[in-house]
């Protein structure tokens, strides 16, 4: 959701905090901010709109300093504004705070601020958190770091946090329970960031906060402590992530190049863990409790969004070779039921950015009844890979399209290798099958280079179809979850409404939508329920529904029926959403492109959900 950035060193502070919040912009991007102390003065600036429009709106203002602290926000309490916009000051205007996340109990702190004379200017559960340190700092005579540490003893809710006071001109405050905090560690300089983005062109090592833990930056040194008091050792860790993988690299948008990057990026997912010619296949974060796994009763797969929808894929799987039951989860209703969770039953947790809120408080409460998690993450180092007990990365690279596509293709192959693996272990998937399967995973990268290839016929199609009002998205089996992402990415980019269904289940229901006008994706490629798909063309024929046809390559029947036809080679149908993906994620950029949208920032959505 929002994207903060800080900043304390040797440098002017302002060109390093706004860069950052362009690389965090793809997080929040309804309005953004910077403060600096300049002139011993505690100035902050705020603009509705873009960083873009942020940085017109302070030139020829007096920035430098060697302190600051920006954000880019998402909003949740109040509308997007310039008075909603953090950062936030305290009523002395001597402090300021940047947030994401929620606090809970604000209305009941604010209650008491208001009492005792406090008054706001925005509608934010942030701008009462200041007022409270500021309250707790003069009441208590306290200096920063103990005025925000006793604040965050009560307060209720998810915060990553940087506070700066005009009078401690050398020292940032930065705090986190439930949203990300990243601090890198430079030489005589320190960056905070809510991911890794803005802080990799600086330095590579890095300190993740943990929940209840406050980091003070103060005259050169960081210290932690969490919010019962107690110090820590801040534990520096190696980032893994290039600056060429966060820039678009001569790509119109990062969603075009996260696409195109898929043969990489699988191969990526693959490399060091499977190879084919030695029936080679190890996924080194699954040891400890690979055998909890194998002798699972149940598997529970948590998710939200298109990490369900790869869930789903992975619920074929596992049953297919594992023989074990799946039932596949959104986070958001499994978290708020009281499910039945048995000893012997698994989790498994997919999040590309590992950040969920709903996925993370699911993982804590199947947790808490004595579950076993394997979190598939894309963001190493991110709360869910921290919260899980062993789990394996999708190791896609930084994924800055709000919009999911690379990261989707590494999750299905990563799924794919765990549950080949398990069902060797477990004898229920003939050696035979399993090293055909290995294979074929292997030659994934070059099948979905192929589907790339597609691109110009798919940009005619999408020429064609810019103005639909609906799209219906068909597919059974491994495709029904391919439906289901296809219509995803057309909506959340488009904002054309799309559905995706099981082939099946049209005539019991959606089948009443389809006229001359209604476009009807169905993904077709050979498998064992072709004979049926095709009998679902011809029912969308028969009400003159616009059929476009993925199918396999050398498909004589299908062209026959559908008005146009995308051809996608041939692949063992249970890898195959690998592959039919791809089209339909082109689809969705060119429609989405042609019709003005905003690619990278759809209206709305934010990259990271760390609010429920
Ligand atoms: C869709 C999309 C979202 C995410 C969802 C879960 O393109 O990106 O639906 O898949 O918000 O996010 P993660 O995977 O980060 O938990």
Redesign the pocket.
């Known amino acids: 959701m929002c994207g903060i950035v800080g900043y304390i060193g040797h440098r002017d502070a302002y060109p390093v905090v706004v860069k950052g919040l362009k690389r965090l912009e793809y997080r929040g991007y309804d309005s953004a901010g910077v403060a600096v102390i300049n002139e011993d003065k505690l100035k902050t600036y705020k603009k509705q709109g873009k960083v873009a429009d942020l940085e017109e709106y302070v030139q020829g203002k007096q920035l430098e300093s060697n302190i600051g602290m920006g954000h880019t926000r998402w909003a949740t309490h109040g509308p997007p504004s310039d008075e909603n916009a953090h950062p936030h000051a305290s009523s002395n205007h001597k402090l300021a705070i940047i947030h994401n996340g929620i606090i809970e109990n604000y209305d009941a702190i604010k209650k008491e601020l208001t009492k005792k004379g406090h008054t706001f200017t925005s509608q934010t559960d942030t701008e009462v958190l200041i007022h409270f340190i500021e309250d707790i700092k003069l009441h208590e005579n306290c200096s920063l770091e103990e005025a925000v540490r006793l604040a965050l003893t009560q307060v209720v809710g998810a915060y990553a946090i940087v506070v700066m006071n005009e009078d401690e001109p050398n020292t940032l405050v930065a705090a986190r329970k439930g949203s990300p905090l990243v601090i890198g560690v430079g030489k005589g300089e320190f960056f905070l960031a809510s991911d890794a983005t803005p802080i990799v062109e600086y330095t590579n090592e890095v300190v993740y906060l943990n929940d209840f833990e406050i980091a003070v930056i103060k005259d050169d040194k960081l210290s932690i402590r969490n919010t019962q008091d107690v110090p820590t050792n801040p534990y520096i860790q190696t980032l893994d992530m290039e600056l060429e993988a966060i820039e678009k690299g001569g790509f119109e948008h990062f969603m075009l190049k996260e696409i195109c990057e898929q043969p990489r990026s699988i191969a990526d997912c693959m490399r060091g863990r499977l190879n084919a010619a030695d029936g080679y296949l190890r996924l080194g974060g699954i040891r400890e409790y690979a055998k909890k796994l194998e002798n699972a009763d149940r598997i529970i797969i948590i ?6 929808h790869a869930g789903l894929v992975a619920e074929y799987m596992f049953e297919e070779f594992c023989r074990i039951p799946v039932e596949v989860e959104y986070a958001s209703e499994f978290r708020y039921r009281n499910p039945v969770i048995n000893e012997g039953d698994v989790v498994i947790a ?7 809120a709903d ?1 993370l408080a699911a993982i804590e409460l199947a947790k808490s009844k004595g579950a076993i998690i394997f979190g598939v993450c894309n963001v190493v180092g991110s709360s ?1 890979s921290r919260a899980s007990h062993e789990g394996a990365y999708t190791h896609a690279g930084p994924e800055i399209g ?3 596509t690379k ?1 989707f293709t590494a999750q299905l192959t990563v799924l794919s290798m765990m549950a080949l693996r398990t069902a060797h272990n477990r004898g229920t998937i003939s050696l035979s099958k399993y090293k055909e399967l290995l294979v074929e995973l292997e030659n994934i990268p070059s099948k979905v280079e192929k589907a790339l290839q597609l691109n110009d016929e798919i940009k005619v199609i999408s020429e064609i179809f810019k103005d639909a009002r609906n799209f219906l998205y068909l597919g059974r089996g491994f495709n029904f979850p391919v439906a289901l992402e296809g219509a ?2 057309l909506k ?1 980019i488009s904002y054309i409404h799309a559905e995706g269904y099981p082939a099946a289940e049209m005539k019991h229901g959606p089948i009443a939508l389809i006229d001359e006008e209604m476009p009807v994706v169905v993904i077709a490629t050979r498998d064992k329920s072709y004979e049926k798909i095709v009998s679902n063309i011809q029912e969308v024929r028969a009400r003159k529904g616009r059929v476009i046809a993925v199918v396999t390559e050398g498909d004589d029947v299908i062209p026959e029926m559908a008005e146009f036809v995308i051809e996608v080679p041939a692949v063992n149908e249970v890898l195959m959403p690998l592959v039919s993906v791809v089209p339909l994620q082109l689809l969705s950029y060119h429609i989405a492109v042609m019709r003005g949208c905003n690619v990278d920032q759809p209206r709305n959505l934010a ?3 760390t609010v429920e």
């Open positions: 998710a939200c969004g298109t990490s369900w997919i999040s590309q950015s590992g950040e969920t996925t869910i709000v919009a999911s990261a995803l990415k959340e990259k990271s959900v």
